[in-house]
């Protein structure tokens, strides 16, 4: 017997009492098909309230008006080449730094994947704005910088804004990708190694196909993400009449006077299902033959590190450090920066006079209190379920039936392409339908309902990409001796899945901590979160006070990380002391 | 003498049975509010001074009517966005997200349509409300009087240079000190609105010669944007003289020029949807906002205040400048025949070109 087919056997032995066989059998597609019926609803309610007419204007079907708007044509095409550029950007620079990460002995990795994560957290309107103060032709420092040279950088260009969102979203490229790398099995690197392959070869010839599914999952997931993106697209695209698909919605929703054209931007979703049903079908054919790519197994399964070498190191170190100071140092220095000054001034000697704390001092006021607290509620609560509803669904696209697997599949992905606004428009309309008998309406268990939609897909993507290449021997052999669904799935898939899961919840509690769009939209006194109320500040034309609330919540978050890892440490080392 | 004296006696017995009335009224409110234990205002991020000055407006407000309510501000809504929510809200029998709604007058003839508004006799209920005051009668009370201009950074662009009038934007040897630098608000909406100034053909014209010069668009109150020199002169502000005193606070020099005689501008109304948890509350919150000291709090902190009541910034910015305001009521009257949808359309049109 192999050592999991012993370790089933174990578990058998001690198998659990007839009833929690049951639950355990049907407790993981009991989650998923509640996560389904989730997605469902949501699109549901979207899908019917874009049938809805106009009852101002024009008094056609919404769905009429939406196509027979010129400009929605003009601005899906540009979203589609700023949808593209974005993707070929963020894997340009994400995989490869996944890859050093989880592959190479390259130094600092713990550091890197901790930076990647901490990138996130700035949210796009300040890289925005620090792009626009870097690169803007009139006022960026660069074009000042250049201008005996008579070169100027626009970044106020659909390739501009599509390399600032690609370099954002390498992040999430990072994340999808990361797990199956660190998951290959090193003995195949080995191999290829002994045969005399190249460090290049090795992973041209053996690492890049083993990763394909999760290289093309990425890809794909980057692609849906982009198209639906708003605040990268509203800072620099809005302000050089350039509209996107996120901000066309956008202004829909956000009239200056009339009133929301809610049944548009509903019906604007649309064109949008039906290239999700697309790309999902694309993705299913792409990972029909998932067998190919399974690098865990039962059997002798190890994970190795691929030496750099001296060259390689520093290859690698500028490399990553060249991205990290473009989407992580810098817009944090300009953050930094601003939240010392009444408005922005480019940095200088000169403009040292006007520092000072006062924006950090206006605040510190109540609502930002009770803003943080629930982001922290939000943070932790959505990602969670989230994760557990993305592991399940997983769990039924890999291990079931075709016919389910496929449907189930095609669901799940569906969200992905639909900006969330549009997903809170749906939010609104179930939960005043149901308001007198479930009192969800204005909660902050919306707007964490709403999270859990929005993300299952991205979520599913993480962990499917990563049960992929668990081999199915494993679940075979637990069934063998008798272990039922719950079990198996419980005692021998997630803890397999452990590492995946934990950048899974990662990515996942920073997308809600900085996710703006259904929060403002479904804002009230009890589910005030940070980033509606960093975007209010924005609102009001206090970039100072918002850089502030920036500065004061990631210095919480990296005290709070520190402490953790200090504490756990201090555990580590109780624990060891106690053994001996 | 006799005559005045009998004059005033006469006066006195007939005002006194009114000026009675009105506080039994307003006591009776003061009573019913005191049931009320917190007033829940949300509205976007600015409104009267936003979270700066909502502690102050909490303790005048109680220490006016002598209460002990809490009141509870949550920023993020647009206008539109809010009056189109609460109406829903008041349609599927749930509570408002805001029990007082601060809205411009396309929100609240909209929420008026749609029956959304309380009913209240606000003259009758507060002495220190005028008839005038009532944008929408029995509806609805100007707080907030946006003198809508247009608005330069005066440190890029020299005064001389600056435009004194709507139609220097389209001349083509005055744009130049500002070509590439200029931005408009998102929305067309005060083109539309200027065709109760303009003859539309005129207004027309003016989109068509503008759109082509206009760099880019931007929100409202982006005093940043033009502080940095990003823009120089933005087309429409929805309340320049505002902007101004924010961008002063901050050490920047923006100007605001009224860009037609009269100015155009944005009458926001307070006003009490019907669904509100704490009506009682929320109409005196109402009362105390255009009260003295209600304005003089929004006027010092948010620079927000109505220009019927005296000594507010934008009632002296009318004075010092002779400039007079659009008439309320053709706003009102425009929005109420349900605005002029071909114009907005064509308008909408020619500055997506």
Known sequence: MTQPEIAAADLAIASPPAWRAVAGRSLVPAIASLGLVMIVSLLASVLLRSFGSLESATGRAAIIALFSDAEYYRTLLDTFYFALLTTVVAMLFGVPIAWFVERTDLPGREAIRVMMGAGILIPGFFTAMGWVYLAHPRIGMLNIWLKDAGIVINIQTLTGMGFVQGLALAALAFVVAAPSLSAIDSTLEESAEIHGLSLVNRFRYVTLPLVTPALMASALVTFMVALAVFDIPAVLGLSAKILLYSTYVYNLVNPASAEPLYEIAAASSAPMLLLAVGLSVLYYRIIRQSSRYQVVSGKGYRSKLTPLGARGRVGGLTFVGLYLFLVLLLPLLLVAWGSFLPFFRPISVDALRFLSFNNYVGVLT???????????????????????????????????????????????????????????????????????????????????????????????????????????????????????????????????????????????????????????????????????YTWGLLSLGSLGRASAVTILVLLSVALLGAATLVVGRLAVRVRAEGRS | MRNFCRFLWMAAVLLTPSVAVAQTALDKLVAAAKSENELNFTSFAAAFGGVDAMPKLEDAFNKKFGLKAKLTFTPGASMPALAARITQEYKSGVHAASDVFLGNQSSMTQMKKDDALAEVDWSGVFPWITPEMEILKGRTVLVWTGLATMTYNSDLLKPADAPTKYEDLIDPVKAKAWAGKLAAPMFPDWMIELSLIWPKEMVLDFATKLSPSITGLIRY???????????????????????????????????????????????????????????????????????????????????????????????????????TAIDPRLIADFYEKGGDPALSEQIRQIMKR
């Open chain 2, 221 to 323: 109150a982006e005093v940043d944007r033009l502080l940095t020199g990003e823009f120089v002169l933005m087309t429409n502000e929805s309340d320049g003289p505002a902007v101004a005193s924010v961008a002063a606070d901050k050490g920047g020099h923006i100007t605001a020029v009224p860009g037609s005689t009269p100015s155009q501008a944005y009458y926001n109304q307070l006003a009490v949807p019907k669904n509100s948890a704490s009506p009682n509350l929320a109409k005196l919150f109402v009362g105390f906002m255009i009260s003295p000291e209600g304005q003089a709090i929004a006027d010092s902190i948010g620079h927000e205040a109505s220009h019927l009541v005296a000594g507010t910034r934008v009632n002296k910015f009318l004075a010092e400048k002779k400039v």
């Open chain 1, 366 to 532: 109540p609502s930002l209190w009770t803003a943080v607290g629930h982001t922290l509620i939000f943070s932790v609560v959505a990602p969670t379920f989230t994760t557990i509803i993305s592991v399940a669904l997983s769990w039924v696209i890999l291990r079931q039936s075709r016919a389910i697997s496929r449907a189930v599949e095609l669901i799940a992905f569906l969200p992905l392409s639909i900006p969330s606004v549009i997903f809170g428009v749906g939010a609104i309309t179930i939960a005043l339908a149901i308001g007198s008998f479930v009192p969800i309406y204005g909660s902050l268990a919306l707007i964490i309902l709403v999270e859990i939609v929005v993300r299952t897909s991205v979520a599913t993507r993480i962990t499917g990409s990563a049960m992929v290449q668990i081999h199915r021997e494993l679940d075979e052999a637990g069934a063998v001796f008798g272990l039922s669904t719950g079990v198996r799935f419980t005692r021998i898939l997630l803890p397999l899945l452990g590492p995946a899961l934990a950048y899974c919840w990662l990515f996942l509690a920073v997308l809600a901590f900085r996710e703006l769009t259904v929060p403002a939209l479904l804002v009230s006194r009890d589910n005030l979160t940070v980033s509606v």
